[in-house]
């Protein structure tokens, strides 16, 4: 018999999983209402050495709760929110998981998801794979435009900065002093609503703004 463990913040979502899942499969079910209770309880159904599964909401977590989740030796999870979350579907492609919504009660998702863990697979429910292709398109779009408008000068810093050149080589190539490198790099950051410096070089080389830079060079 499997161990699930619920963890939702709507006690309205934790009962009827609870319920469902009680009357149409034997598996044995725990809720718990706060995450550390969570732990606690997925901690003490791991030492009994038996493959568990932990359905948890996923704007309950950050990565780092959610790494904690899955590094239990026997602990399979999944994301599963009222609707379809992209933060909360991404956190589960980062941390291995599977992801499930609610949003048009498909039991058959659930029990999907489920077999699928049990057995060391990933199962993303339908309806967040059509989210999570709408997001990625529209975000690409997005970042698209945001780099056109940056100024010329932007653009070539963060050609630069990808390729690995330091602020001071930078401020040599364009003549901009070091300081102002950096400066016009942390807005560049902000501008294209990003967190890190690698995100940014990241989107530079996969938007072809690299490879379109040397060419340019090496026309010149």
């Known amino acids: 018999m499997v161990s699930i463990l619920i963890h939702h ?6 009962q009827g ?3 469902f899942l009680s009357s149409k499969s034997k598996h044995k079910i725990h809720t718990v209402k706060h995450y550390s209770k969570c732990i606690e ?3 003490f159904i791991n030492k ?3 493959l568990f599964v932990i359905i948890v909401e996923g704007k309950s977590l950050n990565l780092e709760q959610c790494l904690q989740l899955t590094n239990f030796e026997y602990s399979r999870v999944i994301i599963c929110d009222r609707f379809v979350e992209f933060d909360s579907l991404l956190l589960a492609l980062n941390c291995n998981s599977s992801y499930i919504s609610l949003e048009h009660n498909n039991p058959n998702n ?19 794979k059509r989210e999570l292709n709408n997001c990625v398109f529209q975000w690409d ?3 698209r435009q945001a780099v056109t408008q940056l100024e ?3 653009r070539e810093i963060l050609v630069l900065a990808s390729q690995g050149y330091n602020h001071n080589e930078i401020g040599s190539m364009i003549n901009y002093s070091p300081f102002n490198v950096g400066y016009r790099l ?4 902000q501008k294209l609503n990003l967190q890190t410096k690698q995100e940014a070089f990241t989107l530079a080389i996969n938007l072809g703004l690299v490879s379109n830079f040397n060419r340019q060079m090496q026309v010149v």
């Open 17 to 19: 999983l609870s319920t």
């Open 141 to 143: 779009i997005q970042q």
């Open 110 to 128: 659930l029990f999907l998801a489920i077999n699928c863990v049990l057995i060391d697979s990933v199962f993303i429910c339908p309806e967040a």
């Open 9 to 14: 913040s709507d006690p309205i979502v934790t």
């Open 186 to 189: 942390r807005n560049i950051i």
């Open 152 to 154: 010329k000068v932007d």
């Open 48 to 50: 009994f050495e038996n």
């Open 41 to 43: 309880s997925a901690s």
